[in-house]
């Protein structure tokens, strides 16, 4: 256990080493979510009709979980690049705890979705946005999206792992977030899609993280939202990591 | 029975420290492949062990076994005394492996590397950083060490990546083609340091499609095809093996090939083998022979461009063992000669 902790923090310390090396990368996740926030802010946001809530509180914690949910494209391109430089292999030949390579980059993940999120909420408040709750629920409210995001890291992990190529790891990743995304309350009220969207809206993990977000930060009704989010964030995580260790186990790629 | 001595019976498979690498019956399949069809093999401690083969016999799978990389699917296999499978954890202590890429993380600087290397095998963050720059002296990387892998040359890389291997100062290191894609300068700086592992103790399993390297290297050598070991022994037992003196000769068109072949069939001990515009035949006896085959050649009109007699290569035994030429992956599997 204890090789685990220190193996886990090395690979981690390892990943957010090249942050300041490989700036790109890190522009490409704020700035990709900075443009969608002013798009969906001064573009649609005045055609989405939110009932009393302004548009731009609505936004803010929908627009976060959309962010956090991609945060996870780290992990699987940096995975998947692992696999094929042969890095993989390096480390599956040393006498190191095994889930470790898997769990410091989850691990990393946070430390650079914590970043974004910041970023976002400063985005948000520049233009307009304001907590409307507690100290202690926006506090929270950054835990679970915490916890979700590192939830979905390790479904990126699998990703990057069986991917055979960086470019269908992103791909894979796009099609499946997009759609997850975009058809929940991130964006707009599910009360405005035709039947069908809104039934998959309503049961949509998304949704109800977004939803929990929005009651932790602008005080909108909770509902069952949080602790609903958080079994999410459970499940997803004990489907996801033990799938993607098995997998780093049996050997990565070729 | 995969193992196939050479003229000189192979020294008997002892057990015990003299063994560094036994293998027996080992079988590993990917769907309906056989990578790895009943390989034996011995590895005694302090030696190197060239392993040939053309693409896709099973080399890469037979290192990936020993370094516990993969599961096999039958038969055993032990380094240092240690099961592959049962003794996985305690073997990575003991094993070194620089693969076919260089496996280094280009994000990190080379004594970053090292450092983070060592730090995974459980030493304490001062000593892996000690023993990195220990390793960057050796390997002639001490002014680039502080400088970001992704700027280091190929042959800097492949340094780098053999210094990683010996971070936790292996007994047994495992070369999957370590030259490949070096320029000759750093292939023969690479094959020094090797050789410098050896003269410590190190034993070392080495894949390779070179076979000059292995000539240079390797104090014995198996040559594996469809993944069994179709000959072993040393460098000069499979030459004997391949037989006496060989006829070389270059004709002046290609496209007398066959008939080149046809007109030496009489004079050679075997059926003599052609590539391109170059036929080499094994003969009987030495006297005489170049006379004789410049004679049937000029006979059917064959222009003949040089031709010389020399002792059999690596390149002959791997040729008449596998049926196609070394560094062939570009040609089909040629038909059995054999």
Same mark, same amino acid.
């Given at each position: 256990m204890r090789r685990l902790v220190t193996d886990t923090m090395i690979i981690a310390e390892r990943n957010l080493v090249r942050l300041p090396r490989k700036p790109e990368l890190l522009i490409a996740f704020t700035v990709q979510p900075i443009m969608f926030v002013l798009l969906f802010r001064f573009v649609f946001g005045g055609a989405i009709?939110?009932?009393?809530?302004?548009y731009v509180d609505f936004l803010i914690p929908g627009i976060i979980v959309q962010n956090i949910a991609f945060g996870g494209f780290v992990t699987a391109l940096g995975l998947n690049e692992d696999v094929h430089k042969g890095l993989i292999d390096r480390f599956r030949s040393l !006498?190191?705890?095994? !889930?470790a390579v898997l769990a410091g980059r989850t691990l990393a993940d946070v430390v650079t979705n914590f970043i974004s999120i910041c970023v976002l909420v400063i985005t948000g408040v520049i233009i307009g946005f304001s907590f409307n709750a507690p100290v202690l629920h926006v506090i929270a409210g950054f835990g679970l999206l915490l916890l979700f995001g590192y939830a979905f890291s390790w479904v990126f992990a699998l990703v990057g792992l069986l991917a055979s190529t960086p470019e269908s790891a992103n791909s894979v990743g796009f099609l499946a977030v997009f759609p997850l995304t975009f058809i929940?309350?991130?964006?707009?009220?599910?009360?405005?899609? !035709?039947a069908v969207l809104r039934a998959f809206a309503n049961v949509n993990p998304f949704t109800v993280v977004v939803d929990a977000m929005r009651s932790l930060w602008i005080g909108t009704p909770a509902g069952n939202y949080v602790w609903g989010s958080v079994v999410w964030a459970l499940v997803i995580l004990a489907v996801f990591a033990p799938l993607a260790v098995a997998r780093y186990r049996r050997a990565a790629g070729t | 029975m995969s193992t196939v001595p050479g003229s000189t019976p192979a020294p008997p498979a002892r057990v =015990? %420290?003299?063994? %560094?690498i036994t293998v027996r019956g080992l079988v590993k399949r990917f769907g309906e492949v056989r990578?790895?069809?009943?390989v034996d093999l011995d590895v005694r401690t302090g030696t190197v062990l060239g392993l040939l083969g053309p693409? =896709? %016999? =099973?080399k890469t799978t037979l290192v990936r076994v020993l370094t516990t990389l993969l599961t096999p699917d039958d038969g055993t296999a032990s380094v240092v005394g240690l099961?592959?499978?049962?003794?996985a954890a305690s073997l990575r202590h003991r094993i070194g492996l620089a693969g076919?890429?260089?496996?280094?993380?280009?994000?990190?600087t080379g004594l970053e590397n090292l450092t983070m290397v060592g730090r995974l095998y459980g030493s304490p963050r001062a000593a892996a950083k000690r023993r990195g720059a220990e390793l960057l002296e050796r390997f002639d990387l001490v002014e680039a060490g =502080?400088?970001?892998?992704?700027?280091?040359s190929g042959g800097m890389r492949r340094r780098l990546d053999l210094a990683a291997a010996l971070v936790a100062k292996p007994a047994v290191l495992f070369l999957d083609e370590?030259?490949?894609?070096?320029?000759p300068r750093s292939r023969i700086s690479l094959w020094e340091t090797i050789e410098d592992l050896v003269a410590e103790g190190t034993t070392v399993l080495l894949t390779t499609q070179y076979l000059d390297e292995a000539d240079r290297l390797a104090d014995a050598i198996a040559v594996i095809d469809h993944g069994r070991v179709i000959a072993s022994g040393t460098a000069d037992e499979l030459k004997d093996r391949v037989g006496g003196e060989r006829l070389e000769i270059a004709l002046e068109?290609?496209?007398?090939l066959d008939a080149a072949v046809t007109a030496l069939t009489a004079l050679a001990a075997e059926t003599p083998t052609g590539e391109g515009s170059i036929v080499s035949a094994p003969v009987r006896?030495?006297?005489g022979a170049i006379a004789e085959a410049v004679n049937r050649l000029t006979e059917q009109g064959i222009g003949v461009d040089d031709i010389n007699l020399r002792r059999p290569t690596l390149d002959d035994v791997f040729l008449s063992l596998t049926g196609h030429a070394a560094e062939g992956a570009a040609e089909p599997a040629a038909p059995e000669t054999a």
């Open positions: 009709n939110t009932g009393g809530v302004p !006498p190191m705890a095994r !889930p929940s309350s991130a964006f707009v009220p599910v009360s405005s899609m !035709p | =015990g %420290a003299e063994t %560094a990578a790895l069809d009943g693409n =896709g %016999a =099973g099961d592959v499978v049962k003794e076919q890429y260089a496996a280094v993380d280009e994000n990190l =502080g400088r970001i892998t992704s700027t280091y370590p030259t490949t894609g070096l320029d068109d290609p496209a007398d006896a030495r006297s």
